[in-house]
């Protein structure tokens, strides 16, 4: 992801664990904050998975109709999300005196436009991979093996575009002019270290959010047998209450993957609320 031509002065390297703990510092001491910039994302997101999960289950809809339903919106909850605290982890401030905030605008649709057109190569992975896991019995090794390889070739070239073009989100968020290419230059020379600082500021987290979304996953099919709402019996009442606790974990996972990329973003290209120039289209 380094290109070998620009090596950055050791006295000039994005600091990896410094940010990772400034990331953390910023999240955690100002839990007031996300709770004011999570708390209708997170709600509103609950609401969409539940009025999903009761189509599917009463028009008895494959589990793939779901995920249908449900992207679109989450993607959107959590795009208004991450612009609002990349504009708190770079401004140092909200957008409103509002105990709660949501907001959909340009800077969102233009994020969302970003995050869409990135994801394509990571989300390209999943055709090989969910023909692979689908069919594993009935291939022949030779096929299972080139699957897996166009796999991996696929995440690979997804996890470069991701971080070489990584700058174009917090420009989008404080509206300062950007591009691909833009980003592309922005963030040459320090490529892994980027990597590394969203990669590992994001692990701790994210287990955590893997495994409530495991557990939750694993209790939905019992509590549907059961019959009736979350309060009928004790595991609708757990379900319930790792469905909410996983989606606070998705969130904060956001918020430390946003505030360590807003970090590296200030330090590689010294961007400053004072400098800030009027949006431009990318």
Same mark, same amino acid.
């Given at each position: ?33 996300? @709770?004011?910039?999570? =708390? ?17 289950? /009463? ?23 991450? #612009?609002?605290? /990349?504009?708190?982890?770079? =401004? ?11 907001? #959909? ?21 999943? #055709?090989? %991979? @969910? ?7 009935e291939l022949s090794a030779a096929t299972a093996l080139w ?9 690979? $070239? ?56 495991? #557990? %939750? $996953? ?21 379900? =319930? ?19 360590? =990329? ?21």
């Amino acid at each position: 992801m380094m290109n070998s031509s620009q090596v950055d002065d050791p006295g000039d390297r994005l600091p990896v664990w410094l940010t990772i703990c400034q990331s953390y510092g910023i999240v955690f001491r100002n839990l007031g904050v996300f @709770m004011a910039l999570a =708390l209708l994302p997170i709600v509103l997101t609950f609401t969409i998975q539940e009025i999903s999960r009761e189509l599917v289950i /009463h028009w008895e809809w494959p589990r793939r109709v779901r995920l249908l339903l449900e992207e679109p919106f989450r993607w959107l909850f959590w795009t208004v999300f991450a #612009v609002a605290w /990349h504009r708190y982890a770079l =401004l140092g401030q909200r957008d409103t005196t509002a105990w709660i905030q949501f907001r #959909v605008g340009w800077r969102e649709i233009r994020y969302l436009f970003y995050s869409a057109v990135v994801a394509i190569p990571l989300l390209g992975a999943r #055709v090989p %991979t @969910m023909v692979l896991i689908q069919n594993l019995q009935e291939l022949s090794a030779a096929t299972a093996l080139w699957l897996s390889l166009m796999a991996l070739m696929a995440i690979g $070239l997804g996890l470069v575009v991701l971080i070489r073009f990584s700058f174009i989100f917090p420009s989008v968020s404080v509206e300062r002019p950007t591009g691909f290419r833009r980003a592309w230059k922005e963030t040459s020379g320090a490529s892994w270290r980027i990597f590394w600082v969203t990669f590992l500021a994001s692990i701790p987290i994210g287990v955590i959010d893997r495994l409530l979304r495991e #557990v %939750t $996953l694993a209790m939905e099919p019992a509590v549907t047998r059961l019959g009736g709402g979350y309060f009928d019996n004790m595991l609708g009442r757990w379900m =319930l209450g790792t469905q909410l606790a996983q989606l606070i974990f998705t969130f904060l996972f956001t918020a430390i993957l946003v505030s360590a =990329l807003s970090l590296a973003f200030k330090d590689r290209t010294k961007w400053a609320p004072g400098k800030r120039v009027s949006p431009a289209t990318a």
